[in-house]
């Protein structure tokens, strides 16, 4: 397995959650990295990504603000923080690499996918 999302569950509508995601060391040093959702009958949609070295962040407007995207390279690993989460951040979340460093909004950029892991919040 070459990337591993953990962290989802079951929260209560302004709720926080952690979302982490560890990656082997190849697939992980020097790309970018991100987090994407599919929630049931939508399209998979972009929510945050990351430059391989931290440096540069991008956001979908509809988490700006409330989710946080960060990397520890030496534990070859990407979070998500969630906060304030609302009744239509529910989906499946998945992290991929990406196959450049930068910070990629695209997601026929991405190389690699995680198994995804479920976000349900109750209002």
């Known amino acids: 397995v070459q990337l591993q999302a953990s962290g989802g569950g079951l929260v209560q509508a302004g709720g926080s959650l952690r979302l982490s995601c560890a990656a082997s060391?190849?697939?992980?040093?020097?790309?970018?990295m991100g987090w994407f959702r599919q929630a049931p009958g939508k399209e998979r949609e972009f929510i945050t990504s990351?430059?391989?070295?931290?440096?540069?962040?991008s956001y979908a407007d509809s988490v700006k603000g409330r989710f946080t995207i960060s990397r520890d390279n030496a534990k070859n690993t990407v979070y998500l923080q969630m906060n304030s989460l609302k009744a239509e951040d529910a989906a499946v979340y998945y992290c991929?690499?990406?196959?450049?460093?930068?910070?990629?909004?695209?997601?026929?950029?991405?190389?690699?996918w995680g198994q995804g892991t479920q976000v349900t919040v109750s209002s």
């Open positions: 990351i430059s391989y070295n931290g440096a540069t962040t």
């Open positions: 060391k190849r697939i992980f040093s020097n790309n970018g």
């Open positions: 991929a690499a990406s196959r450049t460093s930068y910070a990629q909004r695209d997601a026929r950029t991405y190389a690699y």
